[in-house]
């Protein structure tokens, strides 16, 4: 079984339907596609002499040629390394040397980091250089077998100690997901679209399968980055649109000074995730775009497919008497029920079931959960117990099976939809000789969901600023996990054991926004 089949299936039902758009140029219909994404794993198999299982990485911003290389990497039987473009280059390095990757695809943006005067034995294909455009000339290349618990897709997460871990997911599980997506999540008509806005290196990429197997459009913008003129241009162009979304983005469409003119406009839905959405914030959202709405809750390690709170459930406020009014707004507050190939558990620090109402951590287990971390079996079996995948969130279901988040035990920031490890910046950090210590804490944002905010202590004798702080982290770090504000003190609170107690820090900050 090969995920990549799913275009092959397409194709054969409408060959001439458009499939990948730059803006509102058409880049390739399904024909067209999968010649290209056929010539691709032709290149990848006997050009460069890939073998199957082999990894590529993929360091792109937002294409229509991060599609046809990603269908291309699976069509050829290997897996693909899809990484953050806004990492830094040591995160980068890091990445690549743990994959073991075999080749490296980028855009015109990186070249001065992958010189291919210092990419060793690993070949860097620039999508911008006529080597890739020659690439289409090569032959097509049968789709290959592979069995269904094959790597397809290694995700990198960041590093809660440190390092980011690679989360194995196969070709069963992106099925899985894939399927999901039409029982648990939404429809999709014939010649629809997904707009992709978000970056296709995390949830708007897995979104590519689902609708390369109904047929819809690839809709990638132009813009570098997040463009609400963009976004509102093309849901005027585009039939039937659909797309993936952190909440900052949502609140930014909410938020635009921007006409939106619903007769006009051809949006369908807005799937959002990756960060908290406050019931305030839903609620003006649909104020604005009316009831298209619909929440996932995933994790890298079960892409996309832990809960789904639905269309349905987003318009139930709209129906209900004041006396419900608490129920619906429960229910916004809510992640939502179990998507249908998973089973949710809530679980004490024993792995023991507790009882609705109860807060712990939460379990998962189903065809959606990874294999296990990439060259880690110890990471693996810490996080997969008895085939439950312990999540390190924790919350409560009710009665209805309706999934609250309470509190994320792993101290992860989320900003921007995108995962931040306190861990990772505070390495940064204490890299610095003028350091002596520092702890770095999230802070609610009503933008971003969450802030970066880091407590330092200066070695004696140092002199440090914001500004110099800032500059360090830049150097070390991708720029979005630096913090936005530094606070500069002379003990951090502790427990008896010598642990930081960051639930002091958070308390601070709401005693410093006081003042």
């Known amino acids: 079984m090969n995920i990549a089949m799913l275009l092959a299936q397409a194709t054969a039902r409408s060959p001439l339907s458009p499939a990948v758009f730059s803006a509102t140029d058409l880049y390739a219909n399904y024909q067209q596609l999968e010649q290209r994404v056929a010539s691709i794993a032709y ?6 002499s890939h073998q199957a299982g082999d990894r590529v990485a993929l360091i792109l911003k937002n294409c229509p040629q991060y599609i046809e290389i990603l269908l291309g990497t ?4 290997l897996a693909v390394v899809p ?5 830094h280059k040591n995160e980068f390095d890091y990445i690549l040397a743990n994959a073991d990757v075999s080749s490296i695809f980028i855009s015109a943006q990186f070249a001065d980091t992958f010189p291919a005067s210092q990419a060793n034995s690993t070949p860097v294909i620039c999508i911008d250089s006529d080597r890739y455009q020659s690439i289409m000339a090569a032959p097509a290349l049968d789709l290959q077998e592979r069995a269904a618990n094959d790597l397809a897709w290694l995700f990198y997460t960041s590093g809660t100690t440190g390092q980011p871990k690679g989360a194995m ?7 899985a997901m894939t399927m999901s997506y039409f029982s648990s999540v939404d429809q999709i008509d014939n010649g629809a679209s997904i707009l992709h806005a978000a970056p296709m290196s995390h949830g708007s990429g897995l979104y590519i399968f689902p609708h390369i197997a109904h047929g819809a459009r690839q809709v990638v913008c132009e813009q570098d980055g997040f463009d609400e003129q963009e976004i509102f241009t093309l849901l005027q162009y585009h039939p039937k649109v659909s797309l993936f979304a952190a909440p900052t983005m949502v609140h930014r469409l909410v938020n635009s000074s921007l006409s939106y003119d619903p007769a006009s406009s051809h949006l369908k839905t807005i799937i959002y995730g990756g960060g908290p959405m406050y019931v305030a914030d839903i609620k003006a959202a649909m104020a604005r775009f009316g009831n298209k709405f619909i929440q996932i809750y995933g994790q890298g390690e079960t892409p996309m497919t832990i809960t789904c709170l639905t269309r349905e459930d987003h318009g139930y406020h709209q129906h209900q008497t004041n006396k419900d009014s608490q129920q619906a707004d429960n229910i916004l507050a809510s992640v939502g029920t179990a998507q249908l190939p ?3 558990k809530i679980a004490d620090t024993q792995g023991t079931k507790l009882s609705n109402g109860e807060i712990g951590e939460i379990l998962v287990k189903g065809d959606t959960v990874m294999l296990g971390y990439w060259a880690d079996p110890a990471a693996t079996n810490q996080s997969i117990v008895d085939g439950w995948l312990c999540t390190g969130d924790l919350g409560s279901l ?6 609250t988040l309470k509190d994320r035990s792993k101290d992860m920031i989320i900003s921007g939809g995108t995962n931040i490890y306190p861990r990772e910046v505070e390495e940064a950090l204490l890299l610095h000789p003028q350091i002596d210590a520092c ?15 880091a407590f330092v202590i200066v070695a004696a004798g140092g002199t440090l600023s914001s500004e110099i702080c800032d500059a360090w982290c830049i150097a070390h770090i991708a720029r979005f996990k630096r913090p936005k504000n530094y606070h500069f003190v002379q003990t951090l609170p502790k427990n008896n054991y010598g642990k930081v107690l960051k639930t002091a820090l958070r308390e601070r900050l709401l005693t410093l926004e006081k003042l």
């Open 43 to 48: 290149y990848l198999r006997n050009d460069l």
């Open 74 to 77: 699976l069509h050829a039987g």
């Open 83 to 87: 990484i953050n473009a806004k990492l």
């Open 169 to 175: 997911i196969s070709h069963r599980n992106l099925l």
């Open 342 to 344: 998973v089973q949710i």
């Open 398 to 403: 009710d009665q209805q099976g309706y999934l």
């Open 439 to 453: 702890a770095v804490v999230g802070k609610p944002d009503p933008e971003w969901g969450e802030s970066v905010i």
